[in-house]
Each structure stands twice: as structure tokens, then as C-alpha cells.
């Protein structure tokens, strides 16, 4: 098992920055892909980014690339996302998630822990 607890969530205006941090406790953490979803309201959950345990492979969602950074911290057992430039449209509730894995995955079925979510609000 593997606990996920989000944080770092808020309200900002556009162009402005925030860190999501996802602290994870439980089973080994460092051979897990990490992952960032986000769910905006009647929407479904969506893939933003995914980061292998070695670092090897990334992938950002198209809409966030240049603008998000997906990082890790293996020896805190934490993972970032680091949000610049952002848009009203980037809005959302964001989860992290967890996925025994050795590549980055988008595939929101193919992970098997959450966390509860953190809110981001944007405004104009």
C-alpha cells in the first residue's frame, strides 16, 4: 500500500506560479511512477504529467508543456509540480498518483493509488 497526501493547492491569479507537492508513505517509494491528474468541474479526470522512479522518462499532457514541471525527490519521498504561467483553464482539482512501473504512464486506469486532491483556482 502507498499513501498519497497532496499540498500546495490555492487561489492565484493568471500568470502567476504555485508548487503542488505529493508526500507518499507506505511501501517502498522510489520504484513507483508518480503522476499528476487534474479534474475540473463535469469533466473528467485528465492526465497532466508523469515521472518514472529513475527519472528516465517524462510526459506532460500537451496544454501544460513549457509551462509545468513534474520533479521528484526520491529521498523525501516526494513528488512536485511545479505550475508557471498559469490559465484560468488550468483550474482543476489535482491528484497525484502511483503506479508500480518502470516507465511514465499516462494511462489514468493503469495507476493504483490516489490522493485526495488539492485545489487550484486560476482567475482572469
Known amino acids: 500500500q502507498v499513501q498519497l497526501v497532496e499540498s500546495g493547492g490555492g487561489l492565484v491569479q493568471a500568470g502567476g506560479s504555485l508548487r503542488l507537492s505529493c508526500a507518499a508513505s507506505?511501501?517502498?517509494?522510489?520504484?513507483?511512477?508518480m503522476g499528476w491528474f487534474r479534474q475540473a468541474p463535469g469533466k473528467e479526470r485528465q492526465f497532466v504529467a508523469a515521472?518514472?522512479?529513475?527519472?528516465?522518462?517524462?510526459l506532460y499532457t500537451d496544454s501544460v508543456k513549457g509551462r509545468f514541471t513534474i520533479s521528484r525527490d526520491n529521498a523525501k519521498n516526494t513528488v512536485y509540480l511545479q505550475m508557471n504561467n498559469l490559465k484560468p483553464e488550468d483550474t482543476a482539482v489535482y491528484y497525484c498518483?502511483?503506479?508500480?512501473?518502470?516507465?511514465?504512464?499516462?494511462?489514468?486506469?493503469?495507476?493504483?493509488?490516489w490522493g485526495q486532491g488539492t485545489q487550484v483556482t486560476v482567475s482572469s
Open positions: 515521472k518514472s522512479w529513475s527519472g528516465g522518462t517524462i
Open positions: 507506505g511501501r517502498t517509494y522510489s520504484r513507483y511512477t
Open positions: 498518483a502511483a503506479k508500480q512501473a518502470t516507465i511514465a504512464i499516462m494511462s489514468r486506469d493503469s495507476y493504483d493509488y
